[in-house]
């Protein structure tokens, strides 16, 4: 089963940046749509970004414009670069593939907070 390792989150200011970095396992990461989700305290974790294996990118309307997932398949990883962060993203990040597996294996997750 595919495994993932997630890095990158930290503090940072409301209109900061900050660029998530997600390592997965296995030698068929190349073919799977990938995505990256988020849970924030007392909510449900939630799709936000997500990319087929040739590329092609969907968003979720609350990060539209905003977040640009993208990935290395050399490299076996997936990229969220995130600009103009807002409090409401503030959250534990994962990646995964996309639809999630029956028995998904999580990753521990990037914690990610937005505040002054």
């Known amino acids: 089963q595919v495994q993932f390792v997630e890095s990158g989150g930290g503090l940072v200011q409301p209109g900061g940046s900050l660029r998530l970095s997600c390592a997965a396992s296995?030698?068929?990461?190349?073919?799977?749509?990938m995505g990256w989700y988020r849970q924030a305290p007392g909510k449900q974790r939630e799709s936000v970004a997500r990319?087929?294996?040739?590329?092609?990118?969907y968003y979720a309307d609350s990060v539209k414009g905003r977040f640009a997932i993208s990935r290395d398949n050399a490299k076996n990883t997936v990229y969220l670069q995130m600009n103009s962060l807002k409090p409401e993203d503030t959250a534990v990040y994962y990646c995964n593939t996309f639809p999630i597996a029956p028995r998904p294996t999580w990753g521990q997750g990037t914690q990610v907070t937005v505040s002054s």
């Open positions: 990319i087929s294996s040739g590329g092609s990118t």
């Open positions: 296995g030698s068929m990461f190349s073919i799977y749509y």
